[in-house]
């Protein structure tokens, strides 16, 4: 369940941005339930991605 959804207005390229809290084993599933791209990119750093890099890749690559 998503908590707030926060939209960019940027004309053409507007976009929203999608915030929640511990979701990140489920978070492949979630987007495919809001028929998201099957391509994304996940941007991080070395500490978060020590943290939380494997639990959101397996989450994103189980889904498809």
Do not use: M
């Not at 960019?8 to 979630?30: C, F, K, P, T």
Request: net charge negative.
């Amino acid at each position: 369940k998503l908590l707030e959804s926060v939209d960019v207005h940027l004309a053409e390229r507007s976009y929203s941005i999608l915030i929640n809290s511990d979701s990140l084993a489920s978070l492949g599933q979630e987007l495919s339930r809001l028929n998201f791209p099957k391509r994304v990119a996940v941007i991080s750093n070395p500490t978060v991605d020590n943290l939380y890099g494997s639990i959101t890749c397996t989450s994103l690559e189980t889904s498809g």
